[in-house]
């Protein structure tokens, strides 16, 4: 029985469309996604830059709205959020649903001590009184590892080094207990010793919590230590998703079958790295057929003519392709 068939989701996306512009520049930056997320599970959003991973991020929770058009459904507790107020939105944000953003430097306020950024979330979003608020706080960052976490409450970003910052920031984001987090490469500007000790943060705070969470990331190593569930995206669309062990073992789609190449532990030592020949078609000119077939190496005719739908054959699996790949177990990961 798989994870999915035991819980009910608490996140459910259903042909989430997000597009910029209009006329001729009109960017279709998220096409038809769709997925959904369990409590205490981890769903891992990869692709190249520019997939559309972190406009589908904001679009759950309305802020593509302010610079295009958001359609589609995603069901958050029953209720349909695309059509929710921006009242309504901006008290499900920080609080039910919180989110990491991709420039967490930026997302800090530098006037605000550490300790006033965690009580305005805590004050917007529970009934906490003063002193309950202030050991939450603290809590928040011990739970993080920062350390002397009571005397750093008192401190500005400036005063942190970029890992305690970023540590930081999710002790904000998780500071009312949130239900689901929506991380937005938390990790891509740290050194990797720092990267794998958030990962590690985030993976046992979600179990620890319960709380559902949508990684997003272009880096397959990562999906692979911390998720569950993975979508890839490909020029606005998801084109291969599943259960990690199964997609990373054997990914069906060229274009996760490139990616998995392009990753250094895949390889053997002093062989030259592998990179997916050619760059993604521009939003505002996709092809007709499917997006991928300029740089596949199994496209036929058929792939300039038609563009693959995502089709669940298994049940387990979907793919958007007219020739899955075929790969033995031990072929990639
Ligand atoms: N506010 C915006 N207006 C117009 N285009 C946008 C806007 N935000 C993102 N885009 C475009 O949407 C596409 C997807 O971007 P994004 O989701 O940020 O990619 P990534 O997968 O790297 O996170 C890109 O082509 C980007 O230029
Ligand atoms: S549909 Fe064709 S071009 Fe697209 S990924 Fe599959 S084989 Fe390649
Ligand atoms: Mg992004």
Redesign the pocket.
């Known amino acids: 029985m798989t994870l999915k068939s035991v819980h009910s989701p608490i996140l459910q996306v259903e042909d989430l469309c997000t597009t910029?512009?209009s006329g001729i520049a009109t960017?279709p930056?998220v096409r038809d996604v769709s997925f959904s997320v369990n409590k205490g599970e981890i769903l891992g959003l990869v692709?190249e830059?520019?997939?559309?991973?972190?406009?589908?991020l904001r679009s759950l929770l309305g802020l593509s709205r302010r610079?295009?058009e958001t359609t589609g459904s995603v069901y958050w507790k029953g209720d349909n959020l695309v059509v929710r107020s921006e009242a309504d939105m901006r008290r499900i944000r920080g609080g039910e649903i919180a989110m990491i953003f991709q420039e967490p430097m930026t997302s800090l306020n530098p006037l605000l001590t550490v300790g006033m950024q965690i009580d305005e979330t805590l004050k917007a979003h529970t009934a906490m009184n003063a002193s309950e608020r202030k050991a939450r706080a603290v809590e928040m960052l011990d739970l993080v590892g920062i350390p002397a976490a009571r005397s750093r409450l008192g401190e500005y970003p400036h005063q942190f080094s970029g890992g305690m910052r970023q540590r930081v920031m999710i002790a904000i984001a998780l500071a009312a207990r949130p239900q689901l987090l929506l991380a937005d490469e938390p990790t891509t500007a740290l050194d990797v010793t720092i990267q794998a000790q958030i990962l590690d943060l985030i993976l046992s705070l979600a179990k620890d919590f319960d709380m559902g969470v949508v990684l997003?990331t272009h880096d397959l190593g990562v999906v692979a230590q911390t998720c569950d569930q993975v979508a890839v995206?490909y020029a606005?669309r998801i084109v291969e998703q599943g259960a990690v062990r199964q997609v990373l073992r054997a990914p069906q789609h060229p274009y996760t079958v490139g990616l998995m190449r392009s990753v250094p532990e895949n390889v053997p030592p002093r062989t030259p790295l592998y990179s997916i020949p050619g760059t993604p078609p521009s939003?505002l000119s996709l092809p007709e057929g499917c997006a991928f077939s300029a740089r596949c190496p199994q496209k036929t005719v058929l792939c300039e003519q038609s563009r693959p739908h995502l089709t669940n054959e298994t049940g387990e699996r979907a793919v958007a392709c007219f020739s899955r790949v075929e790969t033995q177990g031990d072929a990639v990961a």
């Open positions: 910029f512009g960017i930056a692709g830059s520019g997939s559309g991973k972190s406009v589908t610079y295009g997003v995206m606005g939003l």
